[in-house]
C-alpha cells in the first residue's frame, strides 16, 4: 500500500480559479506537510497541519485534514500562474526523525 | 533568509566510480537528511543524521552509501560505487527540531553513465 498519494495526478486551471489537491494515507500521522516543487528545483515547504488540527490557513492556501478519512486537501484560492508546479504531500508517522513519505504529486498548471 | 545549499548542481560519473555530494545545512539546525527523486518518480527518504550519526535509514541506503558531517559545517553523501539506478535528483535537508518542516536544497542531479 501506498502511504501519501495524491488525487488529481495532474490539474490545469485558469487563472483565477481555485484549485484543490488530496491527499490519502495509509497509517496514523504524527503530521502532513505540503511541499511545492518547481519544475527541476527543490522542494519548499508550504504548510504543515498536525494530527489534532483539522483546519489551517496560510495565505491563499488552505489545508484541511480528515484522520478517520486519512485524508488531507490543499487548496489554492484565486491562483495565478506562478503556483504552476507539482505539489507534494507528505506525512511523517512519528518516532525519531522526520522521515517524510511522500506522494506522486499533483502537477498544477495555471492558464493565463 | 538562510538556505540549504548543495554542490554540485549536476554531476555525470561513470558506472563504478565514486561520487561524493556536498551539502551546507542552515547553520543553527540540528537534524540532517537525504533524499533522493528518480525522474518522475516520488521522493524517497535515504537518511537521517543527528548528532553525528545516523538516526534512520531506508532500505535504499545500503553498504555503497555513505554520510559525513566532517567539519561541522558540511554533510556530505558518498556513493562508493555507483550505478546506473543511482542516477537521480538528492536532495540534502535540514531542521532545527523533529516537530516541523523541513528545509530542503535545491538538489543535486546525478548522472551514471
Known amino acids: 500500500s501506498q502511504q501519501g498519494e495524491e488525487d488529481p495526478q495532474a490539474l490545469s486551471i485558469q487563472e483565477g480559479e481555485n484549485a484543490t489537491m488530496n491527499c490519502s494515507y495509509k497509517?496514523?500521522?504524527?503530521?502532513l506537510q505540503w511541499y511545492r516543487q518547481n519544475s527541476g528545483r527543490g522542494l519548499v515547504h508550504l504548510i504543515l497541519?498536525?494530527?489534532?488540527?483539522r483546519e489551517k490557513h496560510s495565505g491563499r492556501l488552505r489545508v484541511t485534514l480528515d484522520t478517520s478519512k486519512k485524508s488531507s486537501s490543499l487548496l489554492i484560492t484565486a491562483s495565478r500562474a506562478a503556483d504552476t508546479a507539482s505539489y507534494f504531500c507528505?506525512?511523517?508517522?512519528?518516532?525519531?526523525?522526520?522521515?517524510?513519505?511522500f506522494g506522486q504529486g499533483t502537477r498544477l498548471t495555471i492558464n493565463p | 533568509e538562510p538556505e540549504v545549499t548543495q554542490t554540485p548542481s549536476h554531476q555525470v560519473t561513470q558506472m563504478g566510480q565514486e561520487v561524493i555530494l556536498r551539502c551546507v545545512p542552515i547553520?543553527?539546525?540540528?537534524?540532517f537528511y537525504w533524499y533522493r527523486q528518480i525522474l518522475g518518480q516520488k521522493v524517497e527518504f535515504l537518511v537521517s543524521?543527528?548528532?553525528?550519526?545516523?538516526?534512520?535509514k531506508s532500505e535504499i541506503f545500503d553498504d555503497q552509501f555513505s554520510v559525513e558531517r566532517p567539519d561541522g559545517s558540511n554533510f556530505t553523501l558518498k556513493i562508493r560505487s555507483t550505478k546506473l539506478e543511482d542516477s537521480a535528483m538528492y536532495f540534502c535537508a535540514s531542521s532545527p527540531d523533529l516537530t516541523g518542516e523541513l528545509f530542503f536544497g535545491e538538489g543535486s542531479r546525478l548522472t551514471v553513465l
Open positions: 507528505a506525512t511523517v508517522t512519528g518516532g525519531g526523525a522526520q522521515k517524510l513519505v
Open positions: 543524521f543527528y548528532n553525528n550519526e545516523i538516526s534512520e
Open positions: 547553520s543553527n539546525h540540528l537534524y
Open positions: 497541519i498536525r494530527s489534532n488540527e
Open positions: 497509517t496514523s500521522i504524527n503530521n
